[in-house]
C-alpha cells in the first residue's frame, strides 16, 4: 500500500505477530489457547498475545515483537526478517512506486492504495494492485502485474497459473479456514490471528488448497455477497470441506468485516459456536438454534478426572467455607501432605499417585505454617522422601503477597498479568493442586459485590483450565461460631461458591451431637466434619469426620516448653446401635404395646423411658438421652415404630408412639 507520495505507510508489526506464529510454530494447542492468546506446547509455553501483538517463551524467557520472535525462533536478523515476511506474503518490500518498481500507470488523480501479493512456496507469482478512483467514473480498478526475471516488473499475471490469496498460509496449516470477499478482508482477519483467504475470483482449480478443511465464508452484506457465498461453499463442499457461512450480526447493508464492530474475540466465539454442532449446515449468530446430539457409546466417554477423593476436581475451582477456630489450617496441611505423599492420610483416595501441590497462605507466617505440616508428617509418619519436591509453600506474611483485582477510584479491573503469572507458574511446575487461603486476601475489591467476585472467581476457573489444576479457594463464613456452617455461610457475595465445582464445609460438632454420642462438652471441640455442601445436602452421619489431634513437636528449649499443635485425623461416628440386639428391640415393642407412650421429650411418658428401661440406660442423663434418640429415629424411620397422633386423657391431639410392626 502507498502513500500519495509514493512512499509506504509504517508497517503495523503488531498485527503480524499471529501469521507469523502459525508459520513458525503451526497449529497451536487448542486446549490450552484463548481467543485473543494462542498457546503452544503440551504446557502451553510458548505464547502469543494476539491483542498486543507480542510473544512470550517461559521456557527460554524470551519475549518481545513479530521481529523479536523472527530473531528468537528462526535465529534471523532484521534484514532476514523483513525479507522473510515480504517472501511469504506478510508485508510489500518490493521498491517504492516509480523506477520500474510496477507496471502499474496512473493517470492524473489516480494512486495506488493498497498492493496484494500472490505467493507460492515463498515466490511472488504476481501482485493485485487496487486503483482509486477508477477510470471512466468508478470508484476503483484492480492492475495485475508480475516479475519480469530481471527486477522489474511487467503488466499481467505473466502467464502464471491463478492462486489463492494467501496460499502459503493456507498449505503451512491445517486449522480451519475463513473466507472473506476481497484480500484486504482476509488480510484484516489473518491480523487476527485466523487462517484466511478471499472467496473474489475463486475458481474450482483452487480445490487442493482447501481439499477436506474446515470452511467459515463470511459474506458481505448484500445478495452479490450471498450468491458468491453459495457458489464458494458449493465448490469448498465439492472439494470434501465442512462448509458453514456465518452473516455477521450488525453488519451495515453492503458492509463487510471492514465495517464489523466486533473484535477477534467476539468472531472466535461466533465461529466456534458456528462449527461446534459439526454439521454443514448454516448456522446463524444471535439465532437460538438446537442442536442434534450425537449418540455415543457411554464406555468412550472419558471419566471425570478426579484428584482427591471426589471433592477436587481437575480443571476446576473447589471453595472451601469454614468458621474460624474449625481447625481449617490443620485440615488444609493434612490435605497438602496427604496429596504430595499420595497417601490417604484423611481417608480421601488420591488418585493416578502422588500430586504436586503448592499451598498460598496469606494470613499466617512460614513458622506457623510449617509448625502444622511439620506435626502432620510426625503423626504420619511422613518423610522427605515421601513428599520428594511436589510441595510449595508460600507465606503473604513474608513477602509473598498475591492480588488479582483492584477497584481504583470506582473501576474494577481484574490484574491480567497476574492471572497469567499464575498460569504460567503452574505449568512451569507441573501444579496439580493450589490452595489460596484466604480468598478474601488475594484480592481488593468490596466482596459483596456479586458480579465483581464472578469475574474473580471465572478467571480463577480459566487459571485451573488452562494450567489443567485444581483451585482451591479457602473463604471465611459469614457469622463465626454458627452452629451450622453451609455453603451459602460463604462471607460476601455467593457468587464465588456459585462458579465453584464443589464447596467443602467445615463444621465442628454441635453440643446436640455431641449429647446423642455421648461425647462430654469438653471434649467435642475435637472432632469436626467435612462435607461437600454444593450438590447436596449431606447429613452429619453422611459427612467425613475428623479428630484433632495434639501432637508435640519437640520444639521446648530449657524451661520453654514445645508447641503441641493439632493434627486431623480420620474418625468415625460412634454407633448408637453398638451392643443393641433385635431382642432389644422386641422387648420395647412390648413395654410401648404395653402403655401409653409420648414423643414429646419433656412428658414425664416420653417413650425414650422404655427404651431406657430396656437397655438400662439412664434417660435423664445427658449422654444416655442423645442415644437414646438416635435409636428412636432410626427405629421410626425404618417403621419398627411409628408416631400416631391421637387425643390424650384431657382432649388434647398428641403425638404418641406405638408399634409399627411385629417380627422384627
Known amino acids: 500500500m502507498m502513500h500519495r507520495n509514493g512512499e509506504r505507510p509504517p ?92 507496471a502499474v500507470r496512473l493517470s492524473t488523480g489516480q494512486r495506488v492504495v493498497a498492493t496484494f501479493n500472490f505467493v507460492q512456496d515463498g515466490a511472488i507469482l504476481y501482485r493485485k494492485h487496487r486503483i482509486e478512483p477508477g477510470r471512466e467514473g468508478r470508484s476503483k480498478e484492480f492492475f495485475y502485474d508480475h516479475p519480469d526475471g530481471r527486477g522489474s516488473w511487467r503488466a499481467g499475471r505473466g502467464g502464471a497459473k491463478q492462486v489463492p490469496y494467501r496460499m502459503d498460509q493456507l498449505a503451512a496449516s491445517n486449522g480451519p479456514i475463513l473466507m472473506a470477499e476481497g484480500e484486504k478482508q482476509a488480510d484484516k482477519l489473518a491480523s487476527w490471528g485466523f487462517v484466511a483467504t478471499s472467496i473474489k475470483d475463486w475458481l474450482p482449480d483452487f480445490a487442493s488448497s482447501i481439499a477436506g478443511r474446515a470452511v467459515v465464508i463470511l459474506p458481505d452484506n448484500d445478495d452479490d455477497g450471498r450468491k458468491q457465498a453459495a457458489r464458494v461453499k458449493k465448490l469448498a463442499e465439492d472439494a470434501g470441506c465442512a462448509v458453514c457461512v456465518i452473516e455477521l450480526p450488525g453488519l451495515p447493508p453492503k458492509g463487510d468485516i471492514m465495517d464489523w464492530r466486533g473484535s477477534a474475540d467476539d468472531l472466535r466465539d461466533i465461529v466456534a459456536k458456528a462449527r461446534s454442532a459439526d454439521t454443514n449446515e448454516m448456522r446463524v449468530p444471535g439465532a437460538i438454534q438446537a442442536t442434534p446430539y450425537v449418540w455415543r457409546d457411554p464406555a468412550t466417554i472419558p471419566p471425570r478426572p478426579w484428584v482427591y477423593g471426589r471433592w477436587f476436581l481437575r480443571g476446576t475451582v473447589a471453595c472451601v467455607v469454614a468458621p474460624g477456630g474449625s481447625g481449617k489450617s490443620t485440615m488444609l496441611a493434612g490435605t497438602a501432605l496427604a496429596l504430595s505423599s499420595g497417601q490417604e492420610l484423611l481417608g480421601k483416595k488420591v488418585w493416578d499417585g502422588a500430586k504436586r501441590v503448592w499451598l498460598w497462605n496469606l494470613e499466617d507466617d512460614m513458622d506457623e505454617l510449617s509448625r502444622s505440616i511439620q506435626a502432620a508428617a510426625i503423626h504420619y509418619g511422613i518423610e522427605p522422601a515421601d513428599v520428594d519436591d511436589r510441595l510449595y509453600v508460600d507465606s503473604g506474611m513474608e513477602g509473598a503477597g498475591l492480588c488479582t483485582a483492584v477497584e481504583a477510584e470506582g473501576q474494577f479491573k481484574l490484574l491480567g498479568p497476574v492471572y497469567d503469572a499464575l498460569t504460567h507458574e503452574l505449568q ?124 508435640d513437636l519437640g520444639n521446648g ?105 411385629w417380627g422384627e
Request: net charge neutral; charged share 25%.
Open 428 to 551: 512451569r511446575r507441573g501444579i496439580d493442586v493450589l490452595i489460596v487461603d484466604p480468598f478474601v486476601s488475594s484480592h481488593e475489591v468490596e466482596e459483596n459485590a456479586n458480579s465483581k467476585i464472578d469475574k474473580i472467581a471465572k478467571a480463577w476457573g480459566r487459571v485451573a483450565k488452562a494450567a489443567n489444576c485444581v483451585i482451591v479457594l479457602v473463604h471465611h463464613t459469614s457469622k463465626a461460631g454458627s452452629a451450622d456452617v453451609t455453603a451459602m455461610s460463604a462471607r460476601g457475595a455467593v457468587a464465588l461458591v456459585n462458579a465453584a465445582r464443589s464447596t467443602l464445609v467445615l463444621n465442628r460438632m454441635t453440643d446436640e451431637q455431641a449429647q446423642e454420642l455421648s461425647i462430654s462438652p469438653e471434649q467435642r471441640g475435637r472432632y469436626v466434619s467435612v462435607a461437600d455442601d454444593k450438590h447436596n445436602r449431606a447429613p452429619a452421619e453422611k459427612a467425613d469426620w475428623y479428630e484433632l489431634i495434639g501432637v
Open 11 to 102: 508497517i503495523n508489526f503488531a498485527s503480524l505477530m499471529g501469521p507469523v506464529a502459525l508459520k513458525l510454530y503451526g497449529e497451536p494447542n487448542a486446549k490450552l489457547s484463548k481467543p485473543n492468546e494462542l498457546r503452544w506446547g503440551s504446557h502451553g509455553g510458548r505464547i502469543v498475545y494476539l491483542d498486543s501483538g507480542s510473544f512470550f517463551d517461559a521456557e527460554a524467557g524470551e519475549r518481545g515483537g513479530t521481529l523479536d520472535l523472527l530473531r528468537h525462533a528462526a535465529g534471523l536478523d532484521k534484514a532476514q526478517a523483513m525479507r522473510w515476511l515480504s517472501d511469504n506474503g506478510l508485508i510489500d518490500e518490493s521498491p517504492a512506486q516509480g523506477g520500474g518498481s510496477s
Open 557 to 661: 528449649v530449657g524451661h520453654h516448653p514445645g508447641d503441641s499443635i493439632a493434627v486431623a485425623a480420620p474418625w468415625s461416628l460412634p454407633d448408637p446401635f453398638h451392643d443393641v440386639t433385635a431382642q432389644h428391640l422386641e422387648q420395647v415393642k412390648r413395654v410401648i404395646d404395653g402403655g401409653e407412650w409420648r414423643e414429646n421429650m419433656q412428658s414425664s411418658q416420653w417413650v425414650g423411658y422404655a427404651v431406657a428401661q430396656v437397655l438400662g440406660l439412664d434417660a435423664d442423663n445427658k449422654s444416655d438421652r442423645g442415644r437414646i434418640k438416635s435409636i428412636l429415629r432410626q427405629w421410626i424411620v425404618n417403621g419398627a415404630l411409628k408416631v400416631e397422633r391421637r387425643m390424650d386423657k384431657n382432649r388434647q391431639e398428641r403425638p404418641f408412639v406405638i408399634v409399627g410392626r
